[in-house]
């Protein structure tokens, strides 16, 4: 059984810093890409960071990069989203989803989400 869990949501101050983590269990973690993706409130999902197999290569949405970083532990099956100088417009919910060999965007499975939200 797949099962993919965000945590780390919280309340930080424009400036700060939060890190996101997801335990993941159920499937071959380093068999697939793994992304982040996030939803804020009356808008679409959007696609933030992903991830291939072992690590080596990553992209980041315009919008964070030079922010955040992904970074994902197969021994551990876990993922991770450092975010630093956090803006306004990164409050959201933030999903851990889970992709294949081949392509973060062949989406099968993500968690319920974690929210962080990002005010004084």
């Known amino acids: 059984q797949v099962q993919v869990v965000e945590s780390g949501g919280d309340l930080a101050q424009p400036g700060g810093s939060l890190r996101l983590s997801c335990a993941t269990s159920?499937?071959?973690?380093?068999?697939?890409?793994m992304s982040w993706t996030r939803r804020a409130p009356g808008k679409g999902l959007e696609w933030v960071s992903y991830v291939n197999l072992d690590g080596s290569d990553t992209w980041y949405a315009d919008s964070v990069k030079g922010r955040f970083n992904i970074v994902r532990d197969n021994v551990a099956n876990a993922l991770y989203l450092q975010m630093n100088n956090l803006k306004p417009e990164d409050a959201a919910v933030y999903y851990c989803?889970?992709?294949?060999?081949?392509?973060?965007?062949?989406?099968?499975?993500w968690g319920p989400g974690t929210q962080v939200d990002v005010g004084s």
């Open positions: 159920g499937f071959g973690f380093r068999d697939v890409y």
């Open positions: 989803t889970k992709g294949n060999k081949w392509s973060p965007r062949e989406v099968d499975s």
